[in-house]
């Protein structure tokens, strides 16, 4: 009896527990399944309950708060940094000198200055003229350097934006930049991510703080779209936006250009890459599509675009596992799903990539 007892009990606590923390992360399992099966994960009734919704929003409060002692925690020093700053711009002047009255009809008196402290005057920077948007950045065109679109310098960095597919030319294209050019990478590629689930990954808000926070980087190098092809999320309670919708495309292209926008107001030059031709008919043709908006969007900006399609030998809508070596030989560039890049798939796209920039001044230290 006392055996079956203490079962009952350890059942009570696992059911208790489960739901606890399916109560205090729905938010984070809603988000998730949106992102795997594309569909509203709500549950009916209880999902719009006050109560149920209060672990989800007591989540929230308590990342918040993390955030917010993290952030007190490191700009805790600044008021000492902000008095450095501002000692090190006064100047100490003298004391201004005393206007003695002169009397024509009275021999001149020893004029006596009185004693005073320092006056010590800040050094008052001019006013800035209001912010001009910059403009968007042109084509680099480096003598000697045929067929080249951006050009990087001594210190200059590369922002590496992407899902899986970025995940595997990343490292591949950010050894040749440091081997042969000494140009550092900044590699936030990450697998499942797109921009139709800003919710599950954002990446305009991503970019926007990398830009802002590495202020070296003179490039960002884009490559996504197999996450993207699905019914996309306008919000909690609303029905989502059919895939190639007129407001699912306005939705999209608004996402493409909040990242464009961070890298004209950074002075930041892109090469964004479509993502090839697909096994699946379906999703290659929904590739296609992204593609298209992805090379519109960069030709609007004067950023650049290039296809992964050829360094692939796709043509039209053509698709292979293997591609013909110079040597007759038949090579595999795509692995069994599909989808993504054997390593030698990677290293062709990774250099097709470096073929469209040129390091004026920089000297190649090896290959």
Known sequence: MSSQRGAAKALYAIVVTTLLLFWLNQDSISLYCQQKYHQSCELPVVGQSPAWRLGGNLTHALGDARDRFIDNLEQRDEPVMLAKVEASNTVELPAPMPVVPVHLDKPPVAAQLPVSTPVVAKVASAPLAAPVPAPAPQVVQVPGAAGTVVSLAEGDEVFLVGDSLMQGVAPHLANSLRKRYQIKSVNLSKQ????????????????AKTLESEPNIRLMVIFLGPNDPWDMPQGKGKPFLRFKSPEWEVTYRQRIDSILDQARAHNVQVIWVGPPNMQKPKLSTAMAYLSGLYEQQTGLYQQHYV?????????????????????????????????????????????????????????????
């Open 192 to 207: 499942s991510t797109g921009l139709a689930y800003p919710g599950f990954f954002n990446w305009p808000q991503t970019v």
């Open 307 to 367: 296809s992964a399609n050829p360094v692939l030998g796709y043509n039209d809508d053509s698709f292979s596992y293997t591609l013909q070596s110079s040597q007759g030989k038949r090579i595999k560039t795509r692995v069994d799903d599909g989808i993504h890049f054997t390593p030698t798939g990677q290293k062709l796209i990774s250099e097709r990539i470096l073929s469209m920039i040129a390091f004026p001044g920089l000297t190649v230290t090896g290959h």
